[in-house]
Nanobody, 121 residues
Framework: VQLQASGGGLVQAGDSLRISCAAS????????MGWFRQAPGKERMFVAR????????DYADSVKGRFTISRDNAEKTVYLQMNSLKPEDTAVYYC???????????????WGQGTLVTVSS
């Protein structure tokens, strides 16, 4: 199983960015997908999750209304559209796959390598 995150980069506060995570080696549509992030010196935190076919989504309060998670099962890819970015959104963003619809990292079975998003003020 491989989850390949991409699309991170350096942006300015207020900008938008979309990051992607391409999956291989698993039956993608059978997994709930999530995004987590880890800022320097901080613990990993839940960002967003999405159900098998996208009918249900949930977000951390800190990103609600600004971030949107989506998925394309035909392309085996999950996306995170990030709008109105803030410097505090700076982190390595990780995608993960789980058989459980959860915001807890320990319930996720597979993890990507992460993509760095840096938001300058």
């Amino acid at each position: 199983v491989q989850l390949q995150a991409s699309g991170g980069g350096l942006v300015q506060a207020g900008d938008s960015l979309r990051i992607s995570c391409a999956a291989s080696g698993l039956t993608f549509s059978r997994y709930y997908m999530g995004w987590f992030r880890q800022a320097p010196g901080k613990e990993r935190m839940f960002v967003a999750r999405i159900s098998h076919y996208g009918g249900s989504t949930d977000y951390a309060d800190s990103v609600k209304g600004r971030f949107t998670i989506s998925r394309d099962n035909a392309e085996k890819t999950v996306y995170l559209q990030m709008n109105s970015l803030k410097p505090e959104d700076t982190a390595v963003y990780y995608c993960a796959a789980s058989k459980v619809y959860s915001g807890r990292g320990e319930t996720y079975d597979y993890w990507g390598q992460g993509t760095l998003v840096t938001v300058s003020s």
